[in-house]
């Protein structure tokens, strides 16, 4: 198995351009993201949930990691504390 670092993704969807990386639209960063995901001989453990957080980076403005927080949440049914009141507003 292979695990994936964001900075590998984010090369590959530039295609190793490191200067751009700060300008990345978020769709740009998801559309690479579903790319992989979709690609045959990759297999994601918790696909659902990625997807999801997918779905909630494309159109918000949380960070991946707190989208992964909303994933879990919907798909999963986990619970999620936090004090952050923009996660929040994605969790109910």
């Known amino acids: 198995m292979v695990l994936l670092d964001t900075n590998a993704i984010l090369r590959y969807a530039l295609?190793?351009?490191?200067?751009?990386?700060?300008?990345v639209e978020?769709?740009?960063?998801?559309?690479a993201i579903t790319q992989i995901v979709d690609a045959?001989?990759?297999?994601?453990a918790q696909?659902?949930?990625v997807?999801?957080?997918l779905d909630v980076f494309a159109s918000s403005t949380l960070d991946f990691v707190d989208?992964?927080?909303v994933g879990y949440a919907k798909e999963?049914?986990?619970r999620v504390f936090t004090f952050d009141k923009k996660l929040q507003k994605f969790l109910q």
């Open 26 to 31: 978020r769709n740009a960063i998801t559309q």
């Open 15 to 23: 295609q190793d351009n490191q200067e751009m990386a700060n300008s």
């Open 47 to 49: 696909g659902d949930v």
């Open 40 to 44: 045959n001989n990759v297999r994601l």
């Open 67 to 69: 989208c992964l927080l």
């Open 51 to 53: 997807l999801r957080a």
């Open 76 to 78: 999963k049914r986990y």
